[in-house]
């Protein structure tokens, strides 16, 4: 049970779910009579995206992914981002939305917006599970947010300590003895 790692449950899965829904909606809004290329940052993104996707009425998007890395180990952020997997599709001219799990430094995010908007894509906008804006250090904002959260380590639905916890359906803080 991994339950017992936990040091408070924030979000579960029907308040998760909900959200999204909700957050879909103001997206789909957005983009009506648009195709966008919903880019995926791999792994952490693969639960909410593929809620996130499947509640969008965009028919005419396509979805892709990329893999960077900016965590190694451990809880802190690197500042280099180093992109491991690439897009398949083109961006250049396209409406693209990037799924990412979470908005921490800002520092992965900033640095992964700056290579993208290199390609000269038509419109770039971040669409986050989670936000710490309170650990920012390098200032980017997300245009879509489903949930503002405090500091303190969370995993689950996606995010992982050491790669572990991501399956979990629901989104805790995990308890910081098991990281200290
Ligand atoms: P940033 O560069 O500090 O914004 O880091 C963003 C990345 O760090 C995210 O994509 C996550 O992979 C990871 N990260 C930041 N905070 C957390 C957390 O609380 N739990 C799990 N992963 C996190
Ligand atoms: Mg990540």
Request: aromatic share 8%; charged share 25%; hydrophobic share 40%.
């Amino acid at each position: 049970m991994m339950e017992q790692d936990m040091q408070e449950i924030l979000f579960t899965r029907e308040q998760l779910s909900s959200r999204i829904k909700e957050l879909a909606a103001q997206i789909s809004e957005d983009y009506r009579g648009k195709a966008p290329v919903v880019i995926g940052i791999l792994r952490g993104c693969f639960i909410f995206m593929a809620d996130l996707v499947r509640e969008l009425d965009i028919p005419q998007m396509t979805l892709d992914f990329m893999s960077v890395s900016s965590y190694g180990k451990g809880t802190v952020s690197s500042g280099l981002v180093n992109i491991k997997l690439d897009t398949s599709e083109t961006i250049t001219g396209r409406d693209v939305i990037l799924v990412e799990d979470i908005l921490d430094t800002g520092n992965t995010l900033s640095k992964l917006v700056e290579e993208l908007g290199k390609r000269n894509p038509a419109s770039l906008r971040l669409c986050v599970l989670l936000d710490k804006t309170e650990r920012r250090v390098t200032p980017i904002q997300a245009d879509y947010v489903c949930f503002q959260i405090p500091d303190g380590f969370v995993v689950g639905c996606g995010l992982d300590y050491n790669q572990q916890y991501r399956q979990l359906e629901y989104v805790g803080i995990l308890k910081p003895e098991i990281y200290e």
